[in-house]
């Protein structure tokens, strides 16, 4: 996938804000479902919103990617009320965003969509970790951190095949002249 001939096409049209706030929207429908999804740990989520960061990021590029990032975070924080979950969310974001996208930018002919997703969830956990650890006063918590890296090589691989397989599918119909 020609990474630069489609995020050209897309910039030059005028509905580059109606895909951010299409693909915000899918990430707030799946943020919210999957909160409803049993896990085996506390604190533990698929993180499937972030295949449409991801989408946007391969699409749309960096600043699009960070808009449906924030948007889909201030959206659930503006349903949900739970300044704790906005809190540890702005904190994972903090790390994840710039990893996905210097791994992607920079270093995206070395590293696959998989392992840039992989990269991104790692740091996602150790900024949620970071936060909570700070807010709670106890560092202990970044024992967990062995489990959730685990849990995000896993879902990580997940997200990221998901979001490749969306964006070479969906790239012909988006960019249809």
């Given amino acids: 996938m020609e990474r630069t001939s489609m995020r050209l096409r897309i910039e030059r049209g005028s509905g580059k804000l109606v895909f951010i706030a299409l693909f915000a929207a899918l990430a707030l429908v799946l943020n919210l479902a999957e909160s ?23 699409l749309l590029g960096p600043a699009s990617a960070v808009l449906v990032s924030v948007l889909r975070v201030l959206m659930a924080f503006t349903i949900s009320g739970n300044p704790f979950a906005l809190a540890c969310s702005a904190g994972g974001l903090f790390l994840s965003l710039p990893v996905s996208i210097l791994l992607y930018e920079r270093f995206g002919k070395f590293f696959s969509v998989e392992a840039i997703s992989v990269a991104s969830a790692v740091a996602f956990n150790v900024g949620q970790l970071a936060v909570v650890a700070f807010l709670t006063g106890e560092p202990a918590l970044f024992g967990y951190l062995p489990i959730l890296t685990v849990a995000a090589f896993a879902t990580g691989l997940a997200v990221g095949f998901v979001a490749r397989t969306l964006a070479a599918r969906l790239s012909s119909v988006i960019f249809r002249a």
Avoid: D
Avoid at 43 to 57: D, E, K, Q, Y
């Fill in 36 to 58: 409803s999804f049993p896990l085996p740990f506390p604190g533990m989520r698929l993180g499937l919103a972030n295949v449409f960061s991801l989408f946007a990021l391969l």
